[in-house]
């Protein structure tokens, strides 16, 4: 009687010990998979001019580039595994570990690709963090999980060094923020504001991705919205002209014809007074030149910082000449006001939402939306 329950004891220890081995081998098959997977997937670049990547048994070999030149303004090795023979190159390099856990940024833009991406916890602290307009990061400032950068309007070295952060996103046009901070943490520039079609743009979001092995993610986003915004686009322009903006100290700053919001309004279906011009800088026209060329456009947009609730009443404050323009006249001022709508940030990943919303504005389908309303 003691044999046979010591074998059937024996017998059934036998099946858990069995299913056991199994069920750690098919977890650690599915973890091994998964490892495998971050290796295997790579990002595609189709818009953007800023940055490429080159992938390797372990790893990527970044550049960011000037999107205009082409450039090399930084370049960089991003490791998954610890123990990774690099060429005698890519040896020289900077070198960061995946994923990143504490990072920081100078710009408030980063907020909305790293939302984006399912990444923004490790996002430590960004200069200027009170104008975040991000619901998330907003959340998290409030909180305390997301510090100020700025002090003064420069970065507060001493909380980065307390931060201790694997890397800072930086600008190349600011030289000296650079060379001061380049003896404290590693830095990574970034070109996306160089970029000048709303896709490279979008794109970008696969840039942030490679640093926390998002590419699959950002890869599904980009398309998904993509292809929206390509839904979107109309082929004809069908609306009347329009010219943008307002003046600063006496100079009538607008944009480019071949610059990212002339092609956004451009995709709505609208001509822009200046819509031939291919240049770097801003067409820089005077008060009275702005008068004698667009006194008689019919629309008017403006991207500006204001006050909450900026009013037609408050526009033609700002100037007695104003209430003569066509635009004001007819009622077809269209505003997105930057203090309020986060055209530079969450705008950038949701082109085919600041699309959508720009057209229905224009049509006047509805007065106002997320980012832009008729003035009234």
């Known amino acids: 009687m003691k044999n046979k329950l010591t074998i059937k004891v024996y017998y059934l220890f036998s099946i ?42 372990g ?22 595994k610890d123990l990774i023979k690099l060429g005698y190159e890519e040896a020289k390099l900077k070198r960061f ?28 602290a960004v200069a200027f963090a009170e104008w975040v307009k991000n619901e998330n990061a907003q959340k998290r400032f409030l909180e305390g999980q997301l510090q100020n950068l700025s002090a003064g309007g420069k970065l507060n070295k001493e909380l980065l060094v307390d931060l201790d952060p694997e890397l800072i996103f930086m600008y190349p046009f600011d030289q000296d923020a650079v060379e001061n901070i380049r003896e404290h943490v590693p830095f990574v520039l970034t070109t996306e504001y160089l970029e000048t079609s709303t896709m490279a743009k979008l794109e970008w979001v696969k840039f942030f991705a490679l640093f926390y092995n998002q590419e699959e993610l950002a ?26 903006n307002l ?12 610059s990212y919001s ?12 200046y819509q031939g011009t291919n240049q770097d800088e801003n067409i820089q026209k005077s008060r009275e030149e702005i008068i004698d060329e667009c006194l008689g456009t019919p629309y008017w947009i403006i991207i500006a910082q204001r006050q909450a609730g900026f009013s037609m009443d408050d526009l033609k404050s ?21 203090a309020e709508s986060d055209y530079f940030g969450d705008a950038l990943v949701e082109p085919d939402v600041l ?8 049509s006047g389908r509805v007065d106002s939306t997320k980012y832009f309303r008729r003035l009234k």
């Open 355 to 362: 699309l959508s919303n720009l057209k229905e504005v224009i």
């Open 219 to 244: 890869t599904r986003l980009f398309d998904e919205i993509a292809s929206r915004y390509d839904s979107l686009k109309e082929t004809q322009h069908i609306f009347h002209r329009y010219f943008m």
């Open 97 to 124: 570990k995946l994923p990143l856990e504490n990072v920081v940024s100078q710009s408030t833009t980063h907020v909305s690709y790293l939302d984006k991406i399912e990444s923004l916890n490790s996002l430590k």
């Open 247 to 258: 003046p600063f100290q006496g100079v009538w700053n607008c944009p480019p014809g071949n």
């Open 16 to 57: 858990v010990l069995s299913l056991s081995s199994c069920i750690n081998k098919d977890q650690f098959e599915k973890k091994e998979k998964a490892a495998s997977n971050v290796e295997s997937i790579q990002v595609e670049i189709k818009f953007a001019k800023g940055f490429s990547v080159e992938y390797f048994d």
């Open 318 to 338: 700002e100037d007695p000449v104003y209430p003569e323009f066509s635009a004001v006249e007819q009622g077809n001022v269209l505003f997105c006001n930057t």
């Open 59 to 80: 790893g990527k070999h970044v550049k960011v580039l000037h999107p205009k030149n082409g450039e090399v303004l930084d370049e960089f090795i991003l490791l998954n």
């Open 262 to 273: 002339v092609q956004l309004i451009s995709d709505a279906g609208m001509l822009y007074e």
